[in-house]
């Protein structure tokens, strides 16, 4: 191929779907009076993953298709959740206590004898699961069916957090008792779960005293099953739901951090939003802002997909840039949003908003700005959602306090100490105080809200 005197090695989906196209029609023209199913499961019970090199059962199923053996199977199993599912499918569960899951496999015998199969769980990886299985042998009457119980158990303190995406996985194996057991063709189906573990971690804020400054307490607890972490912002903007879109947004949020130089200051925006996405990239999320004061926007700020800016294609990979109004210039820094969640935290630093021959953000000449958003459903036809209101925010001198962190375990509970600037409240009013937590269920417990009103 291409030098014409030898092979390639190629991999990738144009390489794959003709192989089981391929194979579809061997094991049709084997069992012409099969069920579209039934030619379906028979192709994924027989797949091994030893032809697979790096197997993982989320990337490989059941493994590489084998015709040779689809064409020789007369027993099928699938999953009784779906007609057309083989894998038993456990979903995405985020974990407020340990997860104890059912599932039914249905074993079919088109052949004129009845087959045996030992029962047993192979290939499991993940997070630590065990799975329990109603026999350890099973016979399929001809011409008849066989049923097998599943039960999958993941303990909530180890599923994992939102810090990496986690997975539950593995096949439940069904190997011929003989050589005569469905002429000794061994069948395989995936199971599957995505777990997130819950932290439940919840803020109170005391009353503030009375001061020119007026300070007060915020009482952080966790009553959860993991660690949670509560990170404190300004709370900025709310909007009411409008629909199950991802990109529904429901709170802004920004808190700032000093850098070596007194001038610059890092800035995150934290968006929330009413409902989980599986990946933030789906989404686009613009935060217009004005940084003259002149009521119109000088930057936007942008959370979106690495790879549609750089490439043109989509690389799963959520960033921010920063792009002029007046020049179309761009910058990028980083961005934090986990998979299954429905926070996304935009990085920038105050010189990205101060580009050259162009407005600036000045820590002593301009040093507050004004922000707004509208975001973005890229993938799935939702309307775009533009923000109500305007928010104001100083990243070197806050109306309150924001920055504040604290990790809670399990029954926990932390202080953390806010005040009022009063006089910057004046100028950049917040609505209070936004306490991210991501490992909260998602949607608006990822972001609690609380009013402050010095």
């Not at 630590?128 to 158990?153: C, E, F, G, M, Y």
């Amino acid at each position: 191929m291409a030098s014409g005197a030898g092979g390639e090695f190629l991999s990738g989906t144009s390489m794959a779907s003709p192989h089981v196209a391929g194979a579809a029609a061997l094991t049709r023209q084997a069992h012409p009076a099969w069920s579209v199913a039934d030619v379906k499961a028979a192709i994924v019970n027989t797949g091994i993953p030893s032809g697979v090199g790096d197997y993982a059962t989320s990337r490989g199923g059941t493994g590489l298709v084998q015709p040779a053996s689809s064409t020789k199977s007369q027993v099928v199993a699938r999953s009784s959740s779906s007609p057309l599912g083989v894998a038993l499918n456990f979903g995405y569960q985020e974990l407020a206590r340990d997860f104890i899951g059912t599932s039914q496999l249905n074993l079919h015998n088109n052949g004129s004898t009845p087959a045996t199969f030992k029962v047993t769980q192979a290939n499991a990886a993940g997070s630590a699961h065990t799975v329990s299985l109603s026999k350890s042998t099973i016979t399929v009457p001809p011409n008849d069916d066989a049923q097998l119980v599943v039960q999958l158990r993941v303990p909530a303190a180890t599923a994992g957090n939102s810090s990496g995406f986690n997975e539950v996985s593995g096949l439940v194996q069904l190997t011929p008792a003989s050589a005569s057991d469905n002429a000794g063709v061994a069948l395989r189906v995936p199971y599957y779960l995505v777990p997130h573990a819950l932290s439940a971690v919840s803020t109170s804020l005391g009353k503030l005293n009375e001061g020119t400054n007026p300070t007060t307490t915020a009482k952080v607890s966790n009553k959860g099953v993991i660690a949670g972490d509560a990170d404190f912002y300004a709370w900025g903007l709310f909007d009411v739901p409008t629909g199950k879109a991802t990109n529904d947004v429901r709170a802004l949020g920004v808190q700032s951090f000093p850098t070596a130089d007194p001038d610059i200051a890092i800035m995150v925006f934290a968006v929330n939003g009413y409902n989980r996405w599986s990946n933030a990239s789906v989404n686009e999320f613009d935060i217009g802002v004005d940084v003259d004061g002149d009521g119109t926007d000088d930057y936007v700020i942008v959370g979106v997909d690495d790879g549609i800016v750089r490439a043109g294609d989509f690389s799963g990979v959520f960033n921010t840039f920063v792009f002029s109004v007046k020049t179309g210039a761009g910058t990028s820094f980083t961005a934090s949003a986990p998979t299954d969640s429905s926070t996304a935290l935009l990085v920038v630093e105050t010189d990205q908003l101060c580009l050259p021959g162009d407005k600036c953000l000045s820590r002593t000449a301009n040093p507050r700005l004004s922000y707004h958003y509208t975001s973005y459903d890229l993938f799935h036809g939702a309307s775009p959602k533009s923000g109500t209101g305007v928010a104001r925010f100083n990243p070197w001198n806050s109306a309150i306090s924001q920055g504040g962190f604290a990790t809670v375990a399990p029954r926990g509970s932390a202080s953390v100490p806010i005040q009022v600037n009063s006089a910057e409240w004046a100028l950049t009013p917040a609505k209070g105080v936004m306490v991210v937590t991501f490992d909260n269920a998602a949607g608006g417990p990822e972001a609690q809200l609380l009013d402050v009103a010095p």
